[in-house]
């Protein structure tokens, strides 16, 4: 009987240890690799409205931004179509949403991530708002504004024009 426990315990270790290593993630910050070095300290502004949201099943470190806009390059579609207040605190079946990002808004790129994991490599920006302090979440993930075509050909993934616009420093 105490072999049996053993047994049970050692293959109960083996089995989490498995699930962890198939559900875990490497996240690095690749600020300093050549295709990537110029992007930190870019200012961008809004030119669409967007929500600020978690996803319920794969949790990330930062809050995302994005939109459900049909026939977009990139979408959420677990969003609702119309960005407004009225859905800041909802629970969604996918999607918990938590603020709104305005048109007009700003925010420069502080970082690139790249997530390693089985399902594949993902290159992401987290930004800030400019306005951080008058945010209540000014540090974001923008995988859902992103162009990631790019990537493909080891190169850095763009902010796309539908959703912001490079802020030109004079």
Known sequence: ???????????????????????????????GL???????????????????FKFKRHNTEWPLVGANVPGAVISVSALPVEVSPQYVGATLPEVRIMDLARVGDRFKIISVRRETSRRGTQISFEILFINESERRYPRLDAFWILDHTPEQRDEAPLILADYAVERLKK
Do not use: H
Not at 13 to 21: R, Y
Not at 38 to 50: K, T, V
């Open 1 to 31: 009987m105490k072999w049996f426990i053993v047994a049970a315990a050692a293959a109960a270790l083996l089995a989490g240890f498995v699930f962890w290593q198939l559900n875990s993630t490497k996240t690095a910050y690749v600020n």
């Open 34 to 52: 050549p295709q990537y070095n110029q992007l930190p300290g870019r200012e961008y502004i809004f030119q669409r409205d967007c929500y600020i």
